[in-house]
Structures are given as C-alpha cells and as structure tokens.
C-alpha cells in the first residue's frame, strides 16, 4: 500500500543534543510537510518542499531545518532541541499543483526532551 | 491570513445518535476543504475531502457539506459507534496560499455505549 513512513515513531533526546526525523513516502507526491503538533492543538506547519523548493514559515525558529535529498524521503533537523520542543512531529504528502490536493499524513514522531 | 474554528471544541453523545461538527472558516477563495480524524498519539486520517466547486462528499456513515460563501462546513455523523470517538479536524486549502492547508483546533469527540 502506498503510504508516509515516519521513524522513529518515539524520540528521546537530551536537552542541547541534535536529533533528526524522518519521513519516507511511497506516493511519489510532489509535496512534503512537516507539521509540529502540541497537546490538544491544531498542527502547525513549519516548512515544506514542492519538489526541491523550500517554503519556510515566517515564524519557524532556526533551530528546525530541513532536507530532501529526493522525491521520497524528508528530514527535520532539530539543532538544539529545548524543553519546548517536545512535541508529536507530523509528516505529510500531497500532489501539489493542482486543485485536487488531498493530505496524507504518516504516523508522527512523539519527541521527548530530557 | 485564514483562520480555521471549530466548535465546540468537545462532544459527547451517546451511542446511536446522529451528530454534526461545525468548521468555519474566514476567506471564502479556497480550492478544497479536508476532513480528518486523529485517534490520541496518532497521525491524522483523512476522511473526506470536498473541491471548493462541490457541495458535499459522502463516505459511509460519513457526510461533509461546504458552503463556501459562508465560509462553513459540517461533518455529519450518522449512527454514531464508540470507534468513532477521536478529535476530528478540518483544513483548508486558500487560493492565495500555494500548498499550504490551515487547520482548526478540532473537535474531540466522544461516544458514549
């Protein structure tokens, strides 16, 4: 079945020490998001790639970047991770250009910061 | 900037009963609007999406309406079952804002047997 991977699902990581998530589609979709997600809140967005274009959100603090070194996969780097980082990390897919633009989401990855 | 509201924000019904979520939202130059449902510590599932040159979508037990001059849509539940307790979420897709969707807060819902 065609689908968004994310691994790990759980992520522990010291506070300061650099971490790395990843995201895999089989969809061959043209977009990727990530998407941070807190406690009973809505999914915000924080960047996205249509193909190798970066689209970064005004408000997305350095410390997050990203990586897509093909169509298939998608990285976030966390550079040094604070207490307020620890949150569920949502990737997701789409076609991109054109009106019909369905979503799909993987799994997440749940971050814990010590 | 769009914003996406969805109210209420908790539900509780008991088994068997029909409901309705409610999502608003405030510039009416969308392309598409999305249904989800997010089961706790979960990703989310898409469960319906209406083009913004539809009316309605229906799957199964599941019904969206879209109104977008007034910038609504309802997600109508029939019959609902406790496997239907999740926090559904709608977003929305602007004319104006490329590929990004905006979301709303979700509504958590909770079947009671």
């Known amino acids: 079945d065609a689908m968004v991977i994310q691994n790990p699902r759980y992520q522990v990581t010291q506070f300061g020490k650099p971490v790395t998530l990843s995201c895999s589609q089989t969809?061959?979709?043209?977009?990727m998001y990530w998407y941070q997600q807190k406690s009973s809140q809505a999914p915000k967005l924080l960047f996205h790639?249509?193909?190798?274009?970066?689209?970064n959100e005004a408000d997305t603090p350095d410390n997050f970047q990203s990586r897509r070194p093909n169509t298939s996969f998608c990285f976030l780097d966390i550079r040094s991770p604070g207490l307020g980082d620890a949150a569920m990390y949502l990737c997701?897919?789409?076609?991109?250009?054109?009106?019909?633009?369905?979503?799909?989401f993987g799994p997440g990855t749940r971050l814990t910061v010590l | 900037k769009q914003e996406v509201t969805q109210i209420p924000a908790a539900l509780s019904v008991p088994e068997g009963e029909n409901l309705v979520l409610n999502c608003s939202f405030t510039?009416?130059?969308?392309?598409?609007l999305q249904w989800f449902r997010q089961d706790p510590g979960k990703g989310l599932t898409s469960l319906l999406l209406?083009?913004?040159?539809?009316r309605e979508q229906t799957s199964g037990r599941l019904n969206a309406s879209l109104d977008k001059s007034s910038g609504r849509s309802t997600l109508y539940i029939a019959a609902s079952q406790p496997g239907d307790s999740a926090t559904y979420l709608c977003?929305?897709?602007?004319?104006?804002?490329?590929?990004?969707?905006?979301f709303g807060t979700g509504t958590s819902l909770t079947v009671i047997p």
């Open positions: 969809l061959n979709h043209n977009v």
């Open positions: 997701a897919t789409s076609r991109g250009g054109s009106s019909y633009n369905e979503q799909f």
């Open positions: 510039d009416s130059a969308i392309y598409n």
């Open positions: 977003a929305v897709r602007g004319v104006d804002t490329g590929n990004q969707f905006y």
């Open positions: 790639y249509y193909d190798k274009d970066f689209n």
């Open positions: 209406i083009q913004s040159s539809q």
